[in-house]
Structures are given as structure tokens and as C-alpha cells.
């Protein structure tokens, strides 16, 4: 069987590069989906390409609004959605892809330190799974890729 994977959520470390690695590592059947990931060209194409705006309110609305046609055609796509919440910052963002794929009925993951079990309880009670950490997740797509 063959995965579309979409890698959700925080982008300030490097975890997509590590599952990324793993499925090419272990040759796993994966297709890997991200959003763009370079958080200055993702808060500036609205206004890049479609023009300036003066009120910071519309130009993020006209990224936001590019940035989804991403975001909705690989939550679409997808097999799994895996979502991970970092520690640094609020991710609303996450939160709010993970109830999308819930909604479209995609299997979820989820990915957060054990401090944040507690707010995030609702996004975990959806999920098919809770990891503590990237290697959990890359496990948990190693036995899903398993022949048995």
C-alpha cells in the first residue's frame, strides 16, 4: 500500500527533514505533502503577488487565502495527516488543519510534548495516534508501510 502523508504544524525545527529522511531511509512507500514551510515568503505572497495592502488585517487575509489553496489540496490529498505542535509558539494554524482533516475523515497523528497534552486534549481525542516525539511518528509509519 501506498501513503499521500501531509506533515502539518510547526516549522521552526526540523522534524519534516527527519521523516522525510526515514521514508527514503527504510523505502518506505510514502508521499510526502508539506505547506510552505519559509514563514517570511508565506506571510508575504499575498501582497507580493496580488499588491500591497495597508492594513495588516487584508494582507494577511490575501495570504491566508493563498497559503489554503496549498494547505486544502494536500489535506485533500492525503491518506494521513500528521500534525505537530512545538512548544514555542501557538500553532492555530495546526489546530485548525487537524480539524479539517478530522472532518474530511483522513487518519490523524498527532505530535506534542507531554506539557501540552492538556490543552490540546480535543485535537488529541480525534487522532488515531498521540506521539511524544518525531521518532514515534516515524515508527508508527514504519509499521503502516509493514507487508503482513
Excluded at 492555530?92 to 475523515?105: C, E, M, R, V
Amino acid at each position: 500500500m501506498k501513503y499521500t502523508v501531509y506533515l502539518s504544524g510547526e516549522i521552526h525545527s526540523d522534524w519534516r527533514e527527519k521523516i522525510k529522511n526515514a521514508t527514503q531511509e527504510h523505502n518506505l512507500p510514502i508521499e510526502i505533502l508539506t505547506p510552505n514551510t519559509d514563514h517570511d515568503s508565506s506571510d508575504e505572497c499575498g501582497a507580493g503577488i496580488l499588491g500591497a495592502e495597508e492594513k495588516p488585517f487584508w494582507k494577511d487575509h490575501k495570504a491566508a487565502k493563498l497559503n489554503s489553496i496549498r494547505h486544502m489540496t494536500a489535506l485533500n490529498r492525503a491518506d494521513i495527516v500528521i500534525v505537530r505542535f512545538g512548544e514555542k509558539y501557538k500553532q492555530w494554524n495546526a489546530a485548525f488543519d487537524a480539524g479539517i482533516a478530522t472532518a474530511l475523515g483522513k487518519s490523524l497523528i498527532v505530535e506534542h510534548a507531554k506539557e501540552l497534552t492538556h490543552p490540546l486534549k480535543e485535537v488529541d481525542a480525534a487522532a488515531m495516534a498521540v506521539a511524544e516525539n518525531t521518532e514515534q511518528v516515524i515508527e508508527i509509519l514504519r509499521y503502516l508501510c509493514q507487508d503482513y
